[in-house]
């Protein structure tokens, strides 16, 4: 069974610009949730998306934004990226939620620099 | 708001002697504790969850809630075990999983 799949694996961006991640999960997990990792905060809970629809939200200014598809497919955008942006996000799926059952598989994550 | 201290950023320990990775919690209902490990070049996983109260690959945990500590354990370190370790919290609240900073953990041969 295919693992977590996130693209790009790596992108620069600079101030101002945007940028959008996407996420694959495990096939048959309808829980997407997104973390951001840096090495001053660690990992921050973004948002989860299950069956479309956003069940949860970490308090991430309102630039931070994700979806989820019919096909459990998800992707989080950054609008007016800022330098503070720059980190590892991190993508997970779950059978029926990470909140529900604390079983996470992580991706590899998309490491965004901003310049 | 629930959080999640590891106070120790790195732990060294030789080969065979006991681990133990400490974590401890603030939240003020009945939380769910796990562990979760990265090893090197590897993606992040879990390792084990209080709830199930099993041991894996060695290591152990104990929900203790009078010292709201969620402590991981194994008796004798191997080298393999080197690798960086989170705590996690889940509140049943709308703040997702709550992760801690992580320990690095190297076993020296």
């Known amino acids: 069974k295919a693992g977590v799949t996130q693209t790009p694996r790596y992108l620069i961006k600079t101030r101002g610009q945007q940028v959008t991640l996407s996420c694959s999960p495990i096939s048959g997990h309808r829980s997407v949730s997104w973390y951001q990792q840096t090495p001053g905060q660690g990992l921050q809970f973004l948002f989860e998306?299950?069956?479309?629809?956003?069940?949860n939200k970490g308090n991430f200014p309102g630039r931070f934004s994700g979806r989820q598809f019919s096909n459990s497919r998800s992707e989080m955008n950054v609008s007016t990226l800022e330098l503070g942006d720059s980190a590892l996000y991190l993508c997970?799926?779950?059978?029926?939620?990470?909140?529900?059952?604390?079983?996470?598989?992580f991706g590899e994550g998309s490491r965004l620099t901003v310049l | 708001a629930q959080r999640v201290t590891q106070p120790e950023k790195l732990l060294s320990v030789f080969k065979g002697a006991p681990v133990e990775l400490k974590c401890n919690y603030s939240?003020?209902?009945?939380?769910?504790l796990f562990w979760y490990v990265q090893y090197s070049r590897q993606r992040l996983q879990l390792l084990l969850r209080?709830?199930s109260r099993e041991s894996i690959k060695g290591f152990t945990a104990d929900l203790n809630k009078g010292e709201t500590s969620f402590h991981l354990k194994k008796p004798f370190a191997q080298e393999e075990d080197s690798a960086m370790y989170y705590c996690a919290l889940f509140g049943g609240g709308a703040d997702g999983l709550t992760f801690g900073k992580g320990t690095h953990l190297i076993i020296q041969p």
């Open positions: 998306y299950f069956s479309e629809t956003q069940r």
């Open positions: 997970a799926s779950s059978l029926a939620g990470g909140a529900v059952t604390g079983e996470l598989f």
């Open positions: 939240y003020s209902g009945s939380p769910e």
């Open positions: 209080h709830i």
